[in-house]
């Protein structure tokens, strides 16, 4: 068994690394850029649009939005089933990763992985109206 000396460095090494993870994360968010999220955006208004014939739904109020919600958009079984609000951190773990966000759903991108290009793009939609 560690000494008790030893064991509180190590909680204090331990909670010194959380909060530093947690300043990182914090400052990604808050540094989030509308204007870039938008340019990221084009990539899925391509699908996203308002058009009848849109492969995707429309994106515009999806923030607070529960899933496959549109009346006007045939979503799949498993998007319905889904049962999700569109907050942020659904929608992170969604543009993150489609497929195991919701199992089945029929978009077909695999993800994106740079954290602070997620960011930007969820505060583009907090704005899209």
């Known amino acids: 068994m560690p000494e008790p000396g030893r064991r509180m460095q190590q909680s ?3 909670v010194a690394g959380a909060l530093v993870l ?10 989030a850029d509308v204007e870039h999220g938008k340019a990221l955006y084009q990539t899925c208004a391509a699908c996203h649009t308002e058009r009848p014939d849109a492969l995707g739904p429309s994106l515009k109020g999806v923030v607070g939005r529960k899933s496959a919600a549109l009346d006007d958009f ?3 079984n498993p998007m319905r089933r889904a049962n999700l ?6 929608l992170r773990a969604y543009i993150q990763d489609p497929q195991a966000k919701v199992k089945g759903n029929r978009m077909p991108y695999g993800g994106l992985s740079d954290p602070k290009d997620v960011e930007d793009i969820i ?4 704005v899209l109206k």
């Not at 947690?22 to 540094?31: H, P, Q």
């Not at 505060?123 to 907090?126: D, G, H, N, Q, V």
């Open 12 to 14: 204090v090494v331990a």
């Open 22 to 31: 947690l300043t990182l994360f914090t400052a990604a968010v808050a540094a």
């Open 74 to 76: 045939r979503y799949s």
């Open 85 to 90: 609000v569109w907050d942020e951190d659904n």
């Open 123 to 126: 505060a583009y939609l907090k």
